[in-house]
């Protein structure tokens, strides 16, 4: 996709020590020890006008209880605001000054801090650092400067373009077994890291860094994106029983430290520098505290709790900041569907929520690259029967039970309008969305090849949409859903791809109530026998009879979605 935002990297390659201590490599044979300070200085996002820079600056001597950085712009740059460090500036010369609580700089320790500044013209990168008078980046001999490019080249405007996409063996084997799953085995789909165990892999299964070492292999001499679900938070899921997760609601020091922080440091090994990680962050979670708390004829008593106890934005606002932290990860926030917060009560409101969860625990608007919207959901991308500005019989198509006063009528109309809005809230211009199109196909015999009959509004609207849940609502194991889209980059303006986050044939959640050492639940959505509730207006689930519970493969359900798939296999 065309955008604004160009960002570019200074980064250092580094090497891990026998300590895991990281040092920048220098060139020839002068040894690491030669560098008194290495500086990391990198251009996040760069717009016409301003830029956002993060720096991490890395202590080699004598360890320190107070440090300032300086160094001098070629141009006309201008720092305007500074966190984690006071940075003050004067011409073209600028300071930065630890706070109180990070001052301490032990030897082979680093610090962090980043700022936000205005520039015309060039924007280049500064040539030379010192740290308390001493010179970074060059040995005490006077050598040259040791700042190769990072063995990832610069983060990228859209991580998808001119990359391939990891194929996940462990899914690739199960869909290939599938009479004629060979036809799709070996498109890619989402890691998903739905527990703690899942970090090192469960019942002899692939952890995360068995898929990182596979993903390298299969990356070779090109670029490879790798996507990873991040999908851990505690209280998960307040309104859905079948993917609740393992922690309650008040573990947010446990989501940090046993899920997050050993996630963030395998991201952060230099191994995997060379790939593109695509992270989705916490699906199903903020939106639900959006649409299902409080006087809400949705609301549940469990997601009151998690809007009160703020842990959904903490774990997200934690999760973006240091996951955010490798300079080759790009994160992108699950953003609901179209459904969910596509009506002008939810619109606004969820846009200023994940505004508020990105601006928390340390993080900050830029340690999010985009928005998902989809997510294991069965919207259709394009609905080409009707709009939303189509009336019958002076009645217009927001009238019909279907549409039901939403704004939207489709993925694709309503991620590039919250694009628009995210922007609008304060997130950077240059953020792109993702559509999950693994489950939205609805192709088959039921899908009309025409709009509907102009009897009424909603004849004209059922008869030709594409979408054939009986209420929007529905989000279980559909029956009648097909595959959609095949992962793509830059299908459609503002969107950097679609892709297949939920790897079909994975149970969205038991029909009946089944033992489970996962923490999932037993939802009555998922039961085909059920009536419904106020989140699907009272209608029948819509689900699959005989599935198992979520995540787990589901025979049944893949033949379906292959045999509807649109485009068709």
């Not at 990297?9 to 060139?27: D, K, Q, Y």
């Not at 205005?118 to 060059?138: E, K, Q, R, W």
């Not at 859209?158 to 996409?165: C, D």
């Not at 969205?508 to 009536?531: A, H, L, V």
């Amino acid at each position: 996709m065309s955008r604004t935002r160009t960002a570019m990297l200074a980064a250092l390659a580094l090497v891990a020590g026998a300590s895991g201590t990281a040092f920048a490599v220098v060139p020839g044979d002068v040894g690491v020890a030669a560098i008194p300070c290495t500086v990391d200085y990198k251009v996040q996002n760069q717009w016409d006008t301003g830029f956002t820079a993060a720096v991490t600056v890395t202590n080699n001597s004598a360890a320190k209880t107070s440090w300032s950085l300086k160094w001098s712009y070629a141009g006309n740059q201008k720092v305007t605001s500074a966190w984690n460090a006071k940075v003050s500036q004067s011409g073209t010369a600028v300071t930065a000054a630890n706070e109180s609580y990070n001052g301490t700089l032990a030897t082979g320790g680093s610090a962090s801090f980043g700022f936000q500044g205005s520039y015309s013209g060039s924007n280049a990168i500064p040539a030379t650092f010192t740290l308390d008078g001493v010179t970074c980046n060059v040995d005490d001999g006077g050598g040259g400067p040791s700042n190769p490019p990072g063995p990832g080249g610069p983060k990228v405007d859209n991580p998808y373009n001119g990359a391939k996409v990891y194929v996940n063996p462990e899914w690739s084997a199960k869909a290939a077994a599938e009479p004629g799953g060979s036809r799709i085995s070996n498109q890619p789909t989402g890691v998903w890291l739905d527990r703690i165990a899942a970090i090192n892999g469960v019942n002899g299964g692939m952890g995360l860094r068995a898929h990182l070492d596979e993903a390298l292999r299969q990356k070779g001499s090109g670029e490879l994106v790798v996507q990873l679900v991040i999908y851990n938070l505690p209280g998960r899921d307040c309104a859905a029983l079948a993917s609740n997760g393992e922690l309650g609601p008040t573990e947010i020091d446990k989501y940090k430290t046993q899920y997050i922080d050993p996630i963030a440091a395998i991201l952060a090994d230099p191994k995997y520098a060379a790939l593109r990680i695509v992270n989705t962050i916490e699906i199903d979670s903020l939106p639900n505290l959006v649409t299902n708390t409080g006087s809400r004829p949705t609301a549940t008593p469990e997601c009151d709790v998690m809007k009160a106890n703020g842990n959904y934005q903490k774990g997200v606002g934690y999760a973006l900041n240091k996951l955010g932290d490798a300079p080759n990860v790009y994160n992108y926030i699950d953003a609901g569907h179209h459904g969910w917060i596509g009506w002008d009560d939810n619109f606004a409101p969820s846009a200023a929520l994940f505004k508020e969860a990105a601006t928390t625990e340390g993080a900050t608007v830029n340690d999010v690259h985009g928005f998902i919207t989809n997510t294991a959901n069965y919207s259709a991308l394009k609905e080409n029967n009707f709009t939303i500005n189509d009336s019958v019989g002076g009645k217009s198509v927001r009238e019909s039970s279907w549409v039901d006063w939403n704004r939207y009528v489709d993925e694709l109309s309503f991620a590039q309008a919250f694009r628009n809005q995210l922007v609008t809230t304060g997130f950077n211009s240059g953020i792109g969305m993702l559509i999950d199109t693994s489950r939205n196909g609805w192709g088959g015999t039921a899908r009309p090849a025409g709009p509907g009959a102009l009897t009424d509004v909603n004849t004209y609207v059922n008869g030709g949409r594409y979408d054939r849940r009986i209420h929007i609502g529905n989000w279980c194991n559909q029956s009648g859903a097909g595959l959609g889209e095949r992962p793509q980059a830059n299908p459609a303006a503002g969107i950097d791809a679609y892709v297949w986050m939920k790897p079909p044939g994975e149970s969205d959640g038991s029909s009946q109530f089944i033992e489970n050492p996962e923490g999932k639940g037993f939802d009555r959505m998922c039961d085909p026998t059920y009536t419904g509730n106020a989140r699907n207006g009272f209608n029948m689930s819509g689900a699959l009879p005989n599935a198992p519970i979520s995540g787990h493969w589901f025979s049944a359900q893949f033949q379906e979605l292959m045999k509807n798939a649109y485009p068709a296999l």
